[in-house]
């Protein structure tokens, strides 16, 4: 008592060391579960001194013993009064005891009871449905051995007077047979699924349910026997009988499940008999040995088969509804499920043709094999239009065995290589022949060939072939137009070579294929110009409708035609380019040509210096030899040229050999000048040492010099130039502006001509 009156005395000291905090370290360390001392005074190490730490701890230690304190002296006066309010507790928790531990017994018994008679009436339970089982088994087996006896009896009687027909006994039996198999199914079933259970009486049913089946496994195999032999029999009959008969065989075959014993029967009996006489070696070669010309007539005599001996088996199977189990939207009873043109007929047609007319399908000779694909092509699409009247039928036909087997025998890739190697091979001959003078313009319509060059005509010939009636296969459609695609390429790089043949750029290195063009000239470069335009008008306006015209109406003929229609203007677009490179070289060359005629002009100034020749009075010779090598080309060679581009390409050389023209005749001024300036002033040097006037030796002399004879002269041929732009090329020369500055030039010796006539 006396520590604790002292402790509250003390109050301040209380208060104060309460809240203390210390400074050196934070006071949630301790608590924390990984607190460990030598890292403590590690850490504190760091930063402040021992001696800090120390009184720290110290000062942290005293602040919590006054709060222990505290917290001690806060409840002190409710522990002291704990002991005095417990008393007489044991005595209650003795009498509560007692009623808890009878209360726990009787749950403890009362769940005994429970689960006893839970698992009786599990036990119950599953022993009922053992009985249940039990008397399943029992009853399948009844049934199993009563239909048996049924089914043998019908099978073994000769009294078919409760039935109207053999037929209606056959059909009674199937669908028994059917429910048979049905029994049988279950019981094996059902004997299987209890098969888990390990109770000894289930393994016991279980082995005597398969003693059972074991026994009645012969009778059920002579069963079927006997009814598959009798209704193949009877359905051999109905095949030359009425649609009644048929549909009844048709439903018991679906009845004992054994539709494709019926194909089969079918197929056999009936449709390999009459394709026997139809398809063979001597009706497929028509008199011809070793032809296929009569293969038409043998599809032609197939369909009349389908048409006419498989109409009855094609009406009883018909399915135009597929909700309908008996009669069609007609009402003509038919059989829904089987498919003959796919499982049956179609099989043998095809291993016939296969196995006695298998040369059809050799890809040797191309012309004989796409007739054949194309006759075979042809009657595929007879029989599906005239045997498939739903599109379900359609696809089942197209997704047949059958089907697909007859497709594959056919070796496209065989036959485009063959067509490939005759194309390209055609092409490139036509482009390695060197290139002689072409055909004259006025002569290709009555040859009827659209272009010049021999080379292009291959082109558009070989065009024509990849889309021909007679080569073009549908399937192959993407290997012909990029056939196609591939020859205008290659067309492509012949004008490339061309180009770089006639380039003035020329190196030294000797390009592949240039040599074709060695006994070409430049200019002729116009004949392949035009093909080139007129190759690229036929692809863009006959070609793409001869494309079109070989593809047929299908669901994806849009986008194929989309596809083929870029293809095409791509591969023209690639080709369009070189048309202006193309003009270039030889504009190049007529302007070479052209202003190697302006050689002459340097010999006017030797025809009249010192000559004391007359002045002149017309133009000179070589005026018309400037421009009659682009005039004989027009008139010559680009005559098929509209008249738009040739007074396009005129102007283009006329403007290149004008400033040319200005170009020597300013230089033949200038040197003129220079040359009587020079002149002159010699004579005035010589006369002023012999003391004559020269002004009035000159004022006598009222004749032209020889300078203005030549400045007259140079007058008079440009006059006449601008006389031959206007009467040959229709062009205004007063308006043409290299003429213009060319006019200007020698517009002021104009006035020379009056003086030469008076002189």
Known sequence: MSSLSSSSSSTTRTTIYGNYQPSCFAKEVFGNSSFSIDSFISDCRKRVPLESVRSDLSEFSTSLENELVELINKDYTDFVNLSSNLVGIDKVLSDLTSPLDQMRNELYSFKHNLEHTISTVEGKLIEREQISQQRFYLQLIIDISNSI???????????????????????????????????????????????????????????????????????????????????????????????????????????????????????????????????????????TRGSSN?????????????????????????????????????????VRGF???????????????????????????????????????????????????????LNSFRSSKGYKSFLGRWNLSVYFQLRFTEISNRFESALSINQQIPTPYNQLLEQGKPCVMLATNALWECLLLCFSKDIFIYELCAKFLRLALQIIARYKGWLVIALHTFSSEKTSTIEEGSEIWSQFAPENLVFLFYDTEKILQLISSNYFGLVLSVIPNCTVRSEAVSMIEEALIDAKNSVVVLLPALSKVFLDHLSEKCISGLTPLQGITATYRMTNKA??????????????????????????????????????????????????????????????????????????????????????????SDTEKIALQLFLDVEKYGTLLEQKFEINALEFVPFQELYRSVQEYEKLKSQAGTS
């Open 149 to 287: 006896a049924k089914i043998e009896q019908l099978l073994n009687s000769k009294d078919v007077s409760q039935f109207c027909n053999a037929y209606e006994r056959v059909e009674r039996i199937a669908n028994e047979h059917s429910q048979l198999k049905s029994f049988v199914s279950k019981i094996s079933e059902k004997s299987g699924v209890s098969a888990n259970a390990s109770n000894s009486k289930n393994t016991n049913y279980r082995r005597g349910i398969s003693s059972f089946l074991s026994k009645i496994q012969p009778r059920l195999s002579s069963i079927e026997t006997k009814l598959e032999r009798e209704l193949a029999k009877l359905f051999k009959q109905s095949l030359k009988g009425e649609t009644d008969d048929i549909l009844t065989c048709l439903r018991a075959y679906q009845a004992i499940d054994k539709v494709n014993e019926c194909y089969e029967i079918f197929r056999v009996d009936f449709v390999r008999p009459s394709l026997a006489s139809i398809i063979n070696i001597s009706a497929l070669e028509a008199g």
């Open 294 to 334: 009569g293969l038409d007539a043998i599809y032609h005599s197939i369909l009349q088969f389908l048409n006419t001996q498989c109409t009855t088996i094609f009406n009883a199977t018909s399915v135009r509804e597929q909700n309908l189990d008996v009669l069609s939207d007609e009402g003509v009873p038919f």
């Open 339 to 393: 498919d003959f043109l796919s499982h049956s007929i179609w099989v043998e047609i095809e291993e016939t043709i296969w196995d006695r007319t298998k040369q059809i399908f050799a890809p040797g000779i191309p012309e004989t094999f796409h007739r054949n694909y194309t006759t075979s092509a042809v009657f595929l699409g007879e029989v599906e239009n005239s045997c498939c009247p739903t599109l379900t039928a």
């Open 615 to 704: 002045p002149p009075t017309k133009a000179s010779y070589y005026v018309d030899n400037i421009v009659s090598p682009l005039h004989s080309f027009l008139t010559q060679k680009a005559q098929m040229i509209s008249s738009g581009v040739r007074m396009n390409w005129s102007k283009v050389v006329l403007t290149s050999v004008t400033d040319e023209y200005m170009k020597r005749s300013s230089q033949l001024l200038s040197s003129l000048y220079k040359t009587d300036s020079f002149l002159k002033n010699m004579a005035q040097q010589a006369a002023k040492k012999k003391g004559v006037d020269v002004a009035g030796q000159n004022s006598e002399n009222k004749g032209l």
